[in-house]
């Protein structure tokens, strides 16, 4: 990939945009920012490579507005560690990339900017997925040759399915956080979408450090120890949950999923059928802990320390800085009534503390089948166990934009819905991709390993894909 590949991509931005509302922000220089094909820079890991940024993760030259009202206009004087790895591989950020209001969201139709359309299906005004919805549709559109998204229960990972794409969370803790405005810090990844398995894996490769500037972030001790134990194979074996394949599932879902299962056992993969009963929690699980988090988390915009301040007296109707916490959208306003009333006194037992142990319960389970040891957790791993999971990562294609305003089925769970085979692997902090089934097809398969063990996923993805 050169200079001229780059223009090409740059070039077509303001079209794409038009069409389908990928960017919050584009930075209009980014052409003359393009580096000639013979220059010193041109060997660097990432150059040329044409790159957006969800509008959560702060960049100092753009705005970082979250999808919201109340950050609109918000400058970061830092760039996020994951940023400042990319500028100094030599990759172009054209721009932020549209998403669900501070991630929130599956269908990428809750950003104060308008939702994104999917341009898999330029004349249907269908839903990218959320709510890495720009970052998927950039990758899809060809705006971009790769993007960064956030993953906290399945937002790279749904987007990339419903647009053709790939969607890589890592395990938690592989890429650096800081800079990424929390959501539910205890859950959120940084992930990589992209067309290319290859521009994935070198993507990875810049992002895959420890940084001290997040305490989360995975120590060196524990990435060598992983590696040390790391085994290269070329058979692997497979586990299919049965919570994931759903009686619901679309039709035009079963034929290329058997024809996927019958080329890996003609590769001399092993298939096996799988119970994990604790994937039936996941879902009030997730939507139990990451509101609690993000309701902490948001509290921070309040017009002081960060966010735009509302004209009106913050005192006005009796409730501190309600006019100015009104500058929310409605989801996010859900959001933190229903983290906050989890974390109440009369709450706090029977919903918070139960998620936690049944978040506790999943991670168990996932221990007890993987064959690759756990080092966060101290499992040793099952000598007998699996490689890999295999499960959908959508139960059908996305719908209209529309749809989701209908009234019928404007209610927040129906949306909650599409995250159901997405969430798992999030709450046990699993590595993860998302590809696709057919070409140009929104039809997503995810493959999750052990805690740490991101090589084989992604080794598998080339191997198999
Ligand atoms: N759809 C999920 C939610 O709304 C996932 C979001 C995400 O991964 N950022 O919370």
New binding site residues.
């Given amino acids: 990939m050169g200079s001229k590949t780059a223009l090409r991509r740059i070039q077509l931005i303001p079209e794409l945009q038009k069409k389908y509302n990928i960017f919050t922000h584009i930075d209009n220089s980014a052409a003359e920012k393009v580096l000639p094909d013979d220059s010193a820079n041109s060997n660097a890991p990432l150059s040329h490579l044409v790159a957006g940024i969800k509008d959560n993760i702060v960049t100092k030259d753009m705005p970082t507005t979250c999808g919201s009202k109340i950050l609109l206009d918000y400058m970061s004087p830092f760039d996020a560690t994951c940023v400042k790895l990319l500028r100094d591989a030599g990759a172009l950020l054209v721009g932020k990339t549209n998403l ?1 209001e501070f ?4 269908t990428g139709i809750h950003s104060y900017f308008g939702p994104v359309r999917n341009p898999l299906f330029p004349n249907e005004n269908a839903v990218a997925g ?3 919805s720009g970052s998927a549709a950039a990758v899809a559109a060809g705006a971009t040759d790769f993007a960064l998204g ?7 990972r ?1 987007p990339a399915a419903y647009t053709s794409t790939l969607g890589f969370k890592p395990s938690y803790g592989r890429i650096s956080r800081f800079g990424v405005i929390a ?2 810090q205890s ?2 990844t940084v992930g990589i979408l992209a067309k290319d398995l290859s521009v994935l894996r070198k993507v990875f490769g810049v992002l895959d450090k420890y940084d001290e500037r997040d305490p989360t972030s995975l120590s060196n001790k524990l990435r060598d120890a992983i590696s040390d134990r790391r085994v290269k194979r070329s058979t692997y074996r497979i586990g299919i949950p049965k919570e994931f394949v759903q009686g619901s599932m679309a039709k035009e879902l079963m034929e290329p999923l058997s024809n996927f299962l019958e080329k890996l056992m003609k590769q001399g993969h092993e298939l096996y059928p799988v119970s994990m009963p604790s994937m039936k929690f996941a879902l009030p699980v ?2 139990t802990i ?1 509101p609690a988090e993000a309701a902490s988390n948001l509290a921070r915009f309040d017009g002081i320390r960060y966010g735009t301040r509302s004209e009106k007296g913050d005192l006005e109707d009796g409730t501190l800085f309600s006019p100015t916490r009104d500058a929310f959208g409605q ?1 996010v306003k859900d ?1 933190m009534v229903l983290g906050n009333y989890n974390l109440c006194s009369e709450a706090f037992k029977d919903s918070y503390i139960r998620a936690q142990r049944l978040r506790v319960k999943t991670i168990d389970e996932f221990d007890s089948i993987f064959r690759f040891p756990n080092l966060l957790t101290g499992s040793k791993g099952n000598d007998a166990g699996l490689d890999l999971i295999l499960g959908l990562t959508n139960d059908g294609p996305p719908q209209s934009i529309d749809h989701y305003h209908e009234e019928k089925v404007s209610s927040p769970i129906n ?2 819905k ?2 159901i085979f ?2 798992p692997m ?1 709450l046990a902090g699993l590595p993860v991709i998302s590809f696709p089934l057919k070409r140009d097809a929104p039809l997503g398969v995810q493959f999750a390993g052990q805690y740490g063990d991101d090589s084989t996923v992604l080794d598998a993805c080339s191997l198999l894909v």
Avoid at 103 to 106: H, L
């Fill in positions: 669900d991630g929130m969201g599956s959320g709510s890495s956030t993953d906290t229960g399945g937002s790279v749904l959501y539910a859950l959120d997730y939507f990451s989801v959001r949306e909650y599409n995250d997405v969430t999030s």
